[in-house]
Each structure stands twice: as structure tokens, then as C-alpha cells.
T-cell receptor
Framework: GESVGLHLPTLSVQEGDNSIINCAYS??????FIWYKQESGKGPQFIID?????DKRQGQRVTVLLNKTVKHLSLQIAATQPGDSAVYFC???????????FGTGTKLQVIP | NAGVTQTPKFQVLKTGQSMTLQCAQD?????MSWYRQDPGMGLRLIHY???????DQGEVPNGYNVSRSTTEDFPLRLLSAAPSQTSVYFC??????????????FGEGSRLTVL
């Protein structure tokens, strides 16, 4: 079955530096990918998404890169701020949310 | 506009007890779903609904029942709670019935402990 994994359980970065969070997926039929942010005690929040026909998508301070050849996607956060401290996880969809696999998450710690 | 509202936020049950986790949304979203979140694991889909009167099983449906009598509400029932059902439960919605893409709107979660 599908598996989605993150490379590091915890990532510590200095405030102002850029952060890169990685995710690998196993199902080559996955056609839509999303990054979510989850703060402690709260529900996940949508950050950015990318379709399988794209390699890169940018938002405000965030960029998602998709490499379908190696089944890998990454989330880049520019100028990381204390408010970015949270758990980040990716999700891979294959034909909709009925067939979604979520990653286990990377905890981002921002050092002031 | 409250979004997705889950109640209760916290609940402790004894093995064998039953209870219902409530989920209500005021965004007129057609697709509603329930997930459980366990330490070291990604969110797992329990049940989902593409509209009133229609429900289907997700990845981990055993021990849970759902119904969808209205667009707004999607309760999750535990008929006979087991310690393995100790988890944080999230209700989530997508605007369109097909839920092929788009943002999944989550509630704040319901933390359930089964003793």
C-alpha cells in the first residue's frame, strides 16, 4: 500500500534561516500533494498544494518542490519565524481524499 | 462562520462504553470525513461522506459507525469502546463532493482516552 514518510522527525533552525522539510511517497499513481501545518493541540492547517503535472509551486514564504522520478517532495520555508514552529506533514492523494495517505510529520523548532 | 466544530474536546471512557463524537460544519461542504491521529503515525481515514445520506468506509473503519442525515452534521459513533481506540479524532471537510483536490478543513480535534 501507499506509504508516505518524512526524512527527519525533528528539525531545528535559527530564526531567519530557511527551512527545508522533506517527504517521500511510494505510490507512483499519486496525483496531488499537500503540505499541512499542525500547531500543538490544534487541527492541521493547509499550507500549499501541488499537482503531479507541476514541479514547483510558490506561496507566501513557502515553496513546494515535487520530484516524481524519485517520488519526493519538499517544503521550503523562507526566513523562518518563531510562529512557524509546528509539526509539518505531507499528504499524497491518488484520485481524491478517499485515497489519501498522510506522512508522520516533522517537528520544526525555531531557535530565536 | 465557525468552520468545523467538534465536540467534546476531551473524553474518557471505560472499555465497553459507547459514545458519539459530534462534527458540525457551517460551510455547506459536501464532503465530510473522520480521521484518527496516533503517535508516530499519519492521519488515517475512518469513514467519509460525499453528501447527505451517503457514507463509506475508509482505511480503519472497524469499531466505528457514521451517519449523514444532514449536510451540516457527521457524527462518529463508538459502539463498544476499546483501549485501541484511544486517539485524537479529527473531522475534516472539503467543499466539493468529489474531493479530488483542494483544502481539507479540519476541526480542532477530540481527544479520547479509553481505560
Amino acid at each position: 500500500g501507499e506509504s508516505v514518510g518524512l526524512h527527519l522527525p525533528t528539525l531545528s533552525v535559527q530564526e531567519g534561516d530557511n527551512s527545508i522539510i522533506n517527504c517521500a511517497y511510494s505510490n507512483s499513481a499519486s496525483d496531488y500533494f499537500i503540505w499541512y501545518k499542525q500547531e500543538s493541540g490544534k487541527g492541521p492547517q493547509f499550507i500549499i498544494d501541488i499537482r503531479s503535472n507541476m514541479d514547483k509551486r510558490q506561496g507566501q514564504r513557502v515553496t513546494v518542490l515535487l520530484n516524481k522520478t524519485v517520488k519526493h517532495l519538499s517544503l521550503q520555508i523562507a526566513a523562518t519565524q518563531p510562529g512557524d514552529s509546528a509539526v509539518y506533514f505531507c499528504a499524497a492523494l491518488s484520485g481524491g481524499y478517499q485515497k489519501v495517505t498522510f506522512g508522520t510529520g516533522t517537528k520544526l523548532q525555531v531557535i530565536p | 462562520n465557525a468552520g468545523v466544530t467538534q465536540t467534546p474536546k476531551f473524553q474518557v471512557l471505560k472499555t465497553g462504553q459507547s459514545m458519539t463524537l459530534q462534527c458540525a460544519q457551517d460551510m455547506n461542504h459536501e464532503y465530510m470525513s473522520w480521521y484518527r491521529q496516533d503517535p508516530g503515525m499519519g492521519l488515517r481515514l475512518i469513514h467519509y461522506s460525499v453528501g447527505a445520506g451517503i457514507t463509506d468506509q475508509g482505511e480503519v473503519p472497524n469499531g466505528y459507525n457514521v451517519s449523514r442525515s444532514t449536510t451540516e452534521d457527521f457524527p462518529l459513533r463508538l459502539l463498544s469502546a476499546a483501549p485501541s481506540q484511544t486517539s485524537v479524532y479529527f473531522c475534516a471537510t472539503v467543499p466539493n463532493r468529489g474531493a479530488l483536490t483542494g483544502e481539507l478543513f479540519f476541526g480542532e480535534g477530540s481527544r479520547l482516552t479509553v481505560l
